[in-house]
């Protein structure tokens, strides 16, 4: 199974990593880690990949996966990465991504008539791409598959795992990995976050956030 991952300067390197340590235990996988070229790069806080397939290069894929994080916005409005995806996804048997990926999906009009989720604070522009936002960690809309913020990539991962290979053998690299998360706070989603904690959040993140919308709507109306 070709398995492509689309990365990309200042993306969350977990929402690559998780997913990732789970594709390359899939049994006959084999992980293309995709990027305009095949220079280095840096995801948001400096830690570097080294791409192994350009993305004019990339053979056709099984699974078509697209990162997230605060680089996303420029690759909301990038046309070579929009038609890359679009050329992708006419034939590949899985569309997915994980937390604000799910965004560019939406830019590139895949998910236009499709249930999706992302990240918590990017949930209300999924409609400006004709999608129906649902909040839950992994959604499944047909061959569509979306996880939400960071973390969730490795419940999606492994929710893919057992839609290719079976239940058992995603079980079986839940616990290889040692996937058996206690968390030491109930912090971990709005609706189970203290409202101050929310709202500081909210406000932090505010100015990303107002230009994250901006270059969305900018996108739907050029490529959706």
């Known amino acids: 199974m070709k398995i492509g991952m689309l990365i990309f300067p200042d993306m969350t390197q977990l929402d690559f990593t998780g997913p990732y340590e789970v594709f390359a235990q ?25 791409p192994d397939t350009a993305m004019d290069d990339t053979p056709q894929l099984d699974l078509l996966f697209v990162a997230g994080g605060p680089g996303v916005g420029a690759l909301m409005e990038d046309r070579a990465t929009l ?44 409609p400006l791409f004709g ?21 969730a990539g490795i419940d999606f991962a492994l929710t893919i795992a057992k839609e290719v ?16 998360p206690a968390p030491p706070f109930a912090c971990g989603h709005p609706d189970t976050a203290d409202t101050a ?13 107002a230009a994250r919308f901006e270059r969305a709507r900018r996108a739907a109306a050029q490529y959706c």
């Open 26 to 50: 899939l049994p006959g996988s084999q992980v293309h880690v995709i990027a305009k070229s095949l220079e280095p790069v840096a995801a948001i806080g400096g830690l570097r990949f080294l």
């Open 83 to 126: 038609e890359f995806l679009r050329r992708q996804a006419e034939q590949a048997r899985y569309v997915t991504a994980v937390c604000t990926g799910a965004l560019v999906l939406g830019a590139a009009g895949l998910l236009k008539g499709y249930r999706a989720t992302t990240h918590w604070l990017s949930m209300e522009l999924l």
């Open 131 to 151: 999608a129906e936002a649902v909040a839950d960690r992994v959604v499944i809309d047909r061959n569509r598959i979306t996880g939400g913020g960071v973390t």
């Open 165 to 180: 290979a079976g239940e058992d053998a995603a079980k079986s690299i839940q616990l290889l990995i040692e996937y058996d």
């Open 197 to 209: 904690v929310v709202d500081a959040v909210r406000r932090r993140l505010a100015p990303m956030q």
